[in-house]
């Protein structure tokens, strides 16, 4: 083997990580045909029977809710649910399934806060992102509402907004407003690619990541999942005691 061979192989387990130390999954999009997640139900099922395979024992699923892309509700996510618990128990697939929501913080979002009918899970912990291009002006308004009303605030894969890579005050001033970040854990594998990979190792070294999610979509990210189980950055955010999925 080469140099740069012995080197790389260096940056891997041996063994596969066992997911089941994550426990929880709380960031998916598991509920066929109304996002960009499954299409049918036969996606949904076989992904899920994975997931519990590669050792998550409770799913919460999280569809996007986005202005005029995703216009989901409460009503259309819930009823959707309820289709997907009875396929998975059809199929013989013992794993605890819930939902929520992915919320984009966009112009639409004040409305949907204003109706006080968000999805929420375990506690009034909610689940939101943020545009990939830039952040909502009123990003922090939307987040002091959020609390405001209770909410405990996650901010999902922090560790994929590009334009606060070298701002790393702006990922303080969310800490320090008491935001949780939940990092994608197939960023640690490299499945966004090499940048997205370094921020994602950065914020696991200076201690910011308080939960881990698959982001599961599909079967590529079903590989990307399989794979980051050989990753030492995933044992050492395992191994530092600061994940909380089991909470939830």
């Known amino acids: 083997m080469s140099i740069l061979g012995n080197i790389f192989a260096s940056k891997k387990m041996r ?5 089941a130390a994550i426990g929880t999954d709380m960031h998916s999009h598991l509920i066929p045909g109304i996002d960009d997640g499954c299409p049918t139900m036969n996606h949904s099922v076989e992904l899920i029977r994975e997931m519990k395979d590669l050792g998550f024992s409770k799913i919460i699923t999280t569809p996007h809710i986005q202005g005029e892309v ?16 009875k396929a998975i128990k059809i199929a ?3 794993v605890q399934l819930e939902a929520a929501a992915e919320y984009l913080l966009d112009d639409f979002f ?3 806060l204003q109706a006080k ?3 929420s899970f375990s506690n009034k912990h909610i689940l939101v992102e943020l545009s990939y291009f ?3 002006p009123n990003l922090f308004n939307f987040i002091f509402d959020l609390q405001i009303e209770g909410y405990k605030v996650i901010l999902a894969h922090p560790e994929r907004y590009s334009y606060w890579f070298n701002s790393y005050n702006k990922y303080d001033e969310l800490k320090d407003r ?3 970040f939940q990092m994608n854990t197939i960023s640690l594998g490299g499945y966004y690619g090499p940048m997205v990979k370094k921020q994602a190792e950065k914020m696991v070294d200076l201690g910011m990541i308080d939960f881990l999610g ?4 599909n079967t590529n990210y079903l590989q990307g999942l399989q794979d980051v189980r050989y990753e030492k950055y995933l044992d050492k955010i395992l191994s530092s005691g600061k994940i909380m999925n089991g909470s939830l």
Do not use: C, W
Request: aromatic fraction near 4%.
């Open 92 to 94: 013989g697939i013992n």
């Open 110 to 112: 004040a409305e949907k």
């Open 178 to 180: 008491g935001v949780f």
């Open 214 to 217: 698959t982001d599961m979509h």
């Open 70 to 85: 995703y216009k989901n509700t409460p009503e259309i996510i819930l009823s959707g649910l309820e289709d997907v618990r």
């Open 117 to 119: 009918n968000l999805l």
């Open 15 to 19: 063994q596969p990580i066992n997911l």
């Open 134 to 136: 830039s952040p909502h």
